[in-house]
């Protein structure tokens, strides 16, 4: 039985974001994607534009001593998509281990819209302090 096409998308973008793959990813992402980083640290907000999601992204890698992602799974819905994921990172003597969410809106066949959805939201805020 094959995937449905947003899981193979998702799984596409994860995929090609762990390698840093950049050409990849402004194939699979709409031209005005928009990211949503939860929370009230300094990380959260909305950045819209690949080129602008894609430095946020950059920039979290660049500040964090470690910053490794372990894929977990996949739901799939008619316009969405969940990526199940845990992180674990070290950064200035913190050190972050939750799960996170990532749900994609599908649009056109591209990502269109990202929210990233941490289960532990404090410590979320307090690894970025």
Do not use: N
Not at 58 to 81: N, P, Q, T, W
């Amino acid at each position: 039985m094959s995937q449905h096409p947003h899981a193979e998308l998702a799984r596409s973008a994860w995929e090609a974001a762990a390698i840093g793959d950049t050409e990849t990813l402004r194939r699979l992402c709409a031209p005005d994607l928009v990211w949503h980083a939860s929370g009230r640290g300094r990380r959260s907000g909305i950045h819209r534009g690949l080129d602008e999601v894609f430095g946020y992204l950059a920039a979290i890698g660049d500040a964090a001593e470690r910053f490794d992602s372990k894929f977990e799974r996949i739901l799939v819905g008619d316009d969405h998509v969940a990526v199940f994921f845990q992180v674990v990172g070290t950064r200035a003597g913190r050190s972050l281990d939750t799960g996170f969410i990532l749900i994609f809106r599908i649009a056109a066949d591209r990502i269109a819209e990202i929210w990233a959805v941490p289960r532990d939201q404090h410590a979320v805020d307090e690894f970025w302090g």
